[in-house]
């Protein structure tokens, strides 16, 4: 069966040629666990995603997956390993329609049948893609264009699966679905997910811990309930 990854953060600083911007971050997600990465903006969310996904250049500390440290691992070799980022921003190919976005996420993952295969699976979790299949990219409205976005990165079949605000832009139901479906997803599939949001009250409603990031340093890692019920945490950190 599927089982997610164990990620492992610990002591992770990065910077961006300057002064750093994560400092000393240690955090871990558990198989099969939902993590939200919270904070406001600038806190360091993107840029921890980044190091994940090995986009930056981590200064120290170490990114360990099911044990095994990522340090040498390519960025394009991230995806073989089960490591799948959804980029703020979109993956998506405008040009191209959904079925040919699909069907290029899983080229070096499923050849023939078992492509077909793949991309139906994803058109069983998102029905509203399965209608559009023939649309291109850049018809879709925003929440499907997130839903492609997150079948893209499904379809690789990642055992962790780090998301940057898939909330951004969507009205509130659409952000409940997209939710929604992240969760039933991770649950039957195992999948572990490290889920970077600003909107916090989604992000914990599926959520089973969250991570408080302000100016680069951890200062809350506890369980979606406590950190939900926690005034003054949320008035300091979260704005709410
Ligand atoms: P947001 O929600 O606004 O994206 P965030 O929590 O994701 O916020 P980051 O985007 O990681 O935060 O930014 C953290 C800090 O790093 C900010 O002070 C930002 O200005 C800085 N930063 C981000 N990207 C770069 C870059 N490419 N070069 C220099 N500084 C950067």
Redesign the pocket.
Known sequence: GFRGGALDIRDLTVG??GEP?LHSVSFDLRPGEIVALL?A????????LRAVARLVRVASGTIALDGADLGQVRTEDLARRGVALVP?GRSVVGELTVDENLRLAALWRHRGAARERAVNGIYEIFGSLARRRSSAGHQLSGGERQMLALGRALITEPTVLALD?PSLGLAPLIVAQVMGTLRETAASRGLTVLL?E?NVTSALSIADRGVV?NL?RVVADASAATLANDTHLRHAYLGF
């Open positions: 961006y040629g911007v904070g903006n600038g806190a360091g969310k993107t840029t921890l703020d605000e970077a600003q990031l680069g």
